[in-house]
């Protein structure tokens, strides 16, 4: 089964605003990672964090992480149509492999 | 500065006949290797893992099977293919560093279509 869920599924917005896409997962984890998939190619790693960090930036991305709710959010500022893609959240639990959610899909409209 | 070649891009195949996917590592020693299914619009689904030469682990039963014949070489196999085996396949590594799970990098992917 999934351990993280990605929510929105989809997400459509205008170049400029900001995107926010929320992961949810079950059990404890030792780290969250974000990727990101334009269509029909390999994943690309964004950014990790781990279960003891709360926020961390990479230029215009933020993540944040609430072990408490068990959820992460990514927020992409100032978006472009260069971000169009897909997003994965992927799910670190100790003793097994990562595990990736279903994604979301992220048209930004020049 | 490391690489990961996987290929071929594009791969349309009968029912019934075998397979051979091949994924090479560059830049760095003895990586974990990964094998990943992609059906449309979903998810990764994780296939086969191996932490050496001649380690794998199975994920998920089915038609396929992997080998580690080097230490920078992982190879998808099926002696027999099915249409349910058709998807977007996909190669990664990562450096082994005990049971954490660091970050992965992925190929660029192969599409199968099993007609």
């Known amino acids: 089964s999934q351990q993280g869920e990605e929510d929105p599924q989809a997400l459509s917005i205008q170049e400029g605003e900001n995107a926010t896409m929320n992961c949810s997962y079950k059990?404890?984890?030792?780290?969250l990672q974000w990727y990101r998939q334009n269509s029909g190619r390999g994943l690309v790693h964004l950014i990790l964090?781990?279960?003891?960090?709360r926020e961390k930036h990479s230029g215009r991305l933020r993540v944040t992480l609430d072990t408490s709710k068990k959820s992460s959010s990514l927020l992409i500022t100032a978006s472009r149509a260069a971000d169009t893609a897909s997003y994965f959240c992927?799910?670190?639990?100790?003793?097994?492999?990562?595990?990736f959610g279903e994604g979301t899909q992220l048209t930004v409209n020049p | 500065s490391q690489t990961i070649h996987q290929w071929p891009a594009t791969l349309v195949q009968p029912v019934g006949s075998p397979l051979s996917l091949e994924c090479t590592v560059e830049g760095t020693s003895n990586p974990n290797l990964y094998w990943y299914r992609q059906a449309a619009g979903r998810g990764l689904q994780l296939l086969f893992y191996?932490?050496?030469?001649?380690?794998i682990s199975s994920e998920v039963p089915q038609n396929l099977s992997a080998s580690r014949p080097q230490d920078r070489q992982f190879i998808l196999s099926s002696k027999k293919l099915l249409l349910s085996d058709s998807g977007f396949y996909l190669c990664?590594?990562?450096?082994?560093?005990?049971?954490?799970?660091?970050?992965?990098?992925f190929g660029s992917g192969t599409q199968l279509s099993v007609l």
């Open positions: 992927a799910t670190d639990q100790w003793g097994s492999r990562l595990t």
């Open positions: 990664a590594w990562s450096v082994s560093r005990g049971a954490t799970n660091e970050k992965l990098f």
């Open positions: 964090i781990r279960s003891n960090e």
């Open positions: 191996s932490v050496g030469i001649g380690q």
């Open positions: 059990t404890s984890i030792n780290n």
